[in-house]
């Protein structure tokens, strides 16, 4: 395959997990939107957390970074294993996001959290980002990203992700229990997801 057919198959990747991420995330956040009782599953401490609008931007780097990571890759067997990765880790929290619907307990002026207040309430859209908390994944898929990149970025990288982890309650979007199942997904799926798919892109090298 030439360099620039590689390059091209990228875009298949992107494509890929652009639209397993929409479909299982719409429907996860639909499920959950039908539940009548939530669960307060934080700590007293936890409410008292101010709200720190200046983390805003961090928080939402990772969103940009994933949109982009596909193409820091020069083929799809480059892209495959991090990006199939976050895959799995949104279809395993599929089912946590509809069975475990979580009530933020957070006080703050923003009635539907940052993504409804900064987002979606500004362009007229219905808020698709009010639910699905735990496990988070932002917590996952910054540590997964921060491991998918080249070993002389890793120590900064893994620090980007620890504040971004951190950032997901100072922005009042995840609750300790979130943050701690999302790290457990990344540990359970970095160790057998990602080098399962690096195996599988090898073979077919």
Not at 25 to 40: F, G, K, N, P, V
Not at 101 to 121: A, C, K, Q, R
Not at 147 to 165: E, F, K, M, N, P
């Amino acid at each position: 395959m030439s360099a620039a057919a590689s390059r091209a198959s990228v875009w298949w990747v992107a494509l890929g997990y652009y639209a397993g991420f929409f479909l299982l995330w719409t429907i996860s956040h639909e499920l959950s939107d039908m539940h009548e009782t939530r669960y307060a599953l934080y700590f007293d401490w936890e409410t008292r957390i101010p709200f720190q609008a200046w983390v805003l931007p961090l928080y939402f780097s990772l969103d940009v970074a994933v949109a982009l990571f596909p193409f820091a890759f020069r083929s799809w067997r480059e892209a495959l294993p991090p990006m199939g990765t976050l895959l799995a880790q949104t279809a395993i929290a599929v089912p946590f996001f509809v069975l475990i619907p979580i009530d933020p307990g957070y006080t703050n002026d923003m009635s539907s959290g940052v993504w409804g207040t900064y987002l979606f309430e500004p362009l007229g859209l219905d808020n698709g980002a009010r639910w699905n908390h735990v496990p988070s994944l932002h917590v996952a898929y910054a540590l997964t990203l921060a491991c998918s990149v080249c070993a002389r970025w890793r120590v900064w990288a893994l620090a980007w992700a620890t504040a971004v982890s951190i950032s997901t309650m100072l922005v009042h979007e995840h609750h300790l229990i979130c943050v701690a199942s999302g790290l457990v997904l990344f540990l359970v799926t970095i160790t057998s997801v990602y080098p399962w798919l690096r195996r599988r892109s090898i073979l077919r090298a």
